[in-house]
C-alpha cells in the first residue's frame, strides 16, 4: 500500500535537502568562498549532489499527486471516459513510485567523494612472463574502447614495452565525465586462460595482470613540497622520432618521505612531462590517505571495489570458452571477443548495482 504525501518518511527529508540547497547556491557565488578552492570545489560538488536530489524529490511529489488526484477522481467522478483515464494515470504513476523512491534513497546514501574525479590507470604484467604482457597490452586496448566509447580522454605518461608485444607496465591519465566512479571497480587482478603466442604444443596457460586505478589529486587536494621531491631527466625511449633519444626530456620523480617514484616520457616536451609526473605523484600520495577510506568501507561491509589487495583476484577471461567470470559477484558472460573489444558497460553496471546494494543496506535507508 502507498504512503500518503503526509506521512511519508521521504518528503520529510526534502525540506531540510531545499534549504541546504539554497544555502549552497549562495555560498557558491560569495566572493570570499571562491578564494578558497579547496572549500569551493567542496561546495560546488556538494551543489551538484544536491541539485540532483531535489529534481528527484520534486519529480517523486509530481507523482505522488498525480496518484492523489487520480484517487480522487476516482472516488468522485461517475462520467466513465474521466474515470478511464483517471485509472490510467493511476496505473501509470503508481508503476514509477517504487523505482523513483529506490533512486532517492541511493541519492540520499553519501556517495564516494572521489566518484566525480578523473582517474590514474595503471595496468602491469603479472605472472606469466611475456604472455603477461600480452595480456597487459589487451586490457588496454579493452579500456581505451570502453573510454572512447565513453567519449573519455586517455593520455599515457609511460609505458616499458614487453619483448614479445604489450606492456611490462603502462599508466595512462583518464579524464571526464565521473571517470573513477566506473574505472574503480577494475581494481585487482585480471586472469587470462588462453594458448599463447609462443606455445608451441596448443596447451592453455593461466597469466595475470594487475589493475590499479587511483583517483587524480587537484593540487589542493595534497601539499607536495618542492624540497621533498628528487628530479631525474633522462633521454626517453621508444617510438617517437629522432628527437626522442637525443634530448633529456623524460622526467622521473622521486618524492623522499614516501619513497613513491613516477616517470613520464610520452610528450617530447619536458615541462609537459613534468607537468604529467607531478599529476600522478600528487595522485599516488593523495591514494595512501584514501586507501584509508576504502579500508574503512571495507570493515563495515562488502564492497566491490578493491582495497588495494593486489591478489585480489578480481575477473577471469576464458578464451577457450569464450567466456567472461567476474568473480566478486558471481557474473559470467559468454561474449568474451565483445568484452575485450572495450564492451564491459554490463559488467561495471552489475558492480555498480551490487555496490549500491550494500550502500543501502549499510544506511538502513
Not at 35 to 50: F, I, T, W
Not at 201 to 209: C, E, K, L, M
Not at 233 to 258: E, M
Request: aromatic share 6%; charged share 30%.
Amino acid at each position: 500500500m502507498l504512503q500518503t504525501m503526509s506521512d511519508n518518511k521521504l518528503l520529510d527529508k526534502f525540506e531540510s535537502i531545499q534549504i541546504r540547497f539554497e544555502e549552497v547556491g549562495k555560498q557558491i557565488t560569495d566572493p570570499d568562498v571562491m578564494k578558497d578552492m579547496k572549500r569551493y570545489v567542496k561546495l560546488n560538488q556538494e551543489y551538484k549532489q544536491l541539485d540532483s536530489l531535489v529534481k528527484a524529490f520534486s519529480e517523486y511529489e509530481k507523482v505522488l499527486q498525480n496518484i492523489k488526484d487520480a484517487r480522487e477522481m476516482l472516488a468522485e467522478e461517475s462520467d466513465e471516459d474521466v474515470r478511464e483515464m483517471a485509472r490510467e494515470e493511476l496505473e501509470s504513476s503508481e508503476a514509477k513510485v517504487d523505482e523513483m523512491e529506490e533512486n532517492i534513497k541511493l541519492l540520499l546514501v553519501p556517495a564516494d567523494p572521489e566518484d566525480s574525479k578523473n582517474a590514474i590507470l595503471e595496468i602491469r604484467g603479472g605472472t606469466g612472463g611475456d604472455e603477461a604482457a600480452i595480456f597487459a597490452g589487451d586490457l588496454f586496448r579493452m579500456y581505451s574502447k570502453y573510454c572512447d566509447a565513453k567519449g573519455w580522454r586517455m593520455e599515457i605518461t609511460h609505458y616499458t614495452e614487453g619483448t614479445s608485444g604489450g606492456y611490462k607496465e603502462i599508466v595512462a591519465k583518464v579524464s571526464g565525465e565521473g571517470v573513477y566512479g566506473v574505472l574503480k571497480y577494475e581494481s585487482g587482478v585480471h586472469r587470462v586462460q588462453r594458448v599463447p603466442q609462443t606455445e608451441t604444443q596448443g596447451r592453455v596457460h593461466t597469466s595475470a595482470a594487475t589493475v590499479a586505478v587511483l583517483p587524480e589529486a587537484e593540487e589542493f587536494d595534497v601539499d607536495v613540497k618542492e624540497s621533498d621531491i628528487r628530479k631525474d631527466t633522462y633521454c626517453s625511449s621508444g617510438p617517437g622520432g629522432q628527437s626522442v633519444n637525443t634530448t633529456y626530456s623524460a622526467i622521473r620523480l622521486t618524492h623522499i618521505p614516501t619513497g613513491i617514484v613516477v616517470t613520464c616520457q610520452d610528450e617530447k616536451s619536458q615541462l609537459k612531462n613534468l607537468a604529467k609526473a607531478m599529476t600522478e605523484l600528487r595522485s599516488r600520495i593523495y591514494n595512501m590517505e584514501y586507501q584509508k577510506y576504502l579500508d574503512d568501507v571495507a570493515s563495515r561491509r562488502k564492497t566491490m571495489v578493491s582495497t588495494g589487495d593486489r591478489s585480489a583476484k578480481i575477473r577471469t577471461y576464458n578464451y577457450p570458452q569464450g567466456r567472461v567470470t567476474d568473480h566478486r559477484i558471481g557474473l559470467t558472460l559468454y561474449n568474451l571477443s565483445a568484452v575485450m573489444d572495450g564492451d564491459i558497460e554490463e559488467v561495471i553496471d552489475k558492480l555498480r548495482v551490487e555496490e549500491n546494494a550494500q550502500r543501502l543496506k549499510e544506511s538502513e535507508l
